[in-house]
Every structure is written in structure tokens, then in C-alpha cells.
């Protein structure tokens, strides 16, 4: 049995969906697709959190291809995925902090707003290290 065929298997032995297992492990349900493909492999943080969810050792994740598989995964898209969620977040505290500006008449809210989008990238990456 390969790894992607063992990562469908658990996750359909547990009775939950792709989505459900994505939500759990703070990824895209198009991640858990792709290991249950074989089109990637998850990077060594989400394997430690694959084998903490269903109660295995990483030997017993991987199985008999402990030895084959290569755990440098998607996390190149993961990191880009990450990037593009840091400049939404900018781009929205700045369209937030100017339309309180107008709205409000008051520009001294529009540049708190900017200001707020500009920190919300490094809040969240602050907030996911302590989980």
C-alpha cells in the first residue's frame, strides 16, 4: 500500500472528509487531495500532525514506504498560499482604513486602519507559533 493510498484510507476509517481533516491540520482541502494522490507529500510539520490525529508513530504513517518517501511536500505552495494571505490582509486594513476615512470624515482612522492591516500578517504568524 503506497502512502497516499494509507493517508485516504485513515482519513476514510475516521469517517471525515477531506475538508474536515484540511480544517484540522490549518491547510487547503486541495492539499489533502494531492498527498491522497501521490501528486505531493506533506512537509515534516503536517506528517508529526498527521500521526498526533490518528495516534501513529511517522514509521506507522508512512508504512512500508518509510524508507521511499520524501517528506519535502507541498510546502512551497503552502509558503506562497501563506504570502498571498499576508498581502490580502495588508491590502484589506488599507481599503478598511479608507473607507472609515471617508465614511467618517476622519483620515486619522484611515491610517490606523493601514497601519492595523500592515501588522495583521505578523499577529497571525504570532498566533499560529503558539499552537
Known amino acids: 500500500m503506497t502512502f497516499s493510498e494509507r493517508l485516504k484510507d485513515l482519513r476514510k476509517e475516521r ?52 524508507s521511499d518517501v520524501k517528506l519535502t511536500g507541498d510546502a512551497t505552495e503552502e509558503r506562497e498560499n501563506q504570502e498571498d494571505l499576508e498581502e490580502n490582509l495588508i491590502l484589506g486594513g488599507f481599503i478598511i482604513g479608507i473607507g472609515l476615512g471617508v465614511v467618517t470624515g476622519n483620515y486619522l482612522l484611515g491610517t490606523a486602519g493601514g497601519l492595523i492591516g500592515l501588522g495583521l500578517p505578523y499577529i497571525i504568524r504570532g498566533i499560529k507559533k503558539l499552537r
Open 15 to 66: 469517517g471525515i472528509s477531506q475538508e474536515e481533516l484540511a480544517k484540522v491540520l490549518h491547510i487547503t482541502r486541495q492539499s489533502i487531495s494531492k498527498w491522497e494522490t501521490g501528486a505531493a507529500t506533506p512537509d515534516m510539520e503536517k506528517m508529526k500532525m498527521l500521526g498526533a490525529y490518528y495516534g501513529l508513530s511517522l514509521d506507522e504513517l508512512l508504512g512500508e514506504e518509510a
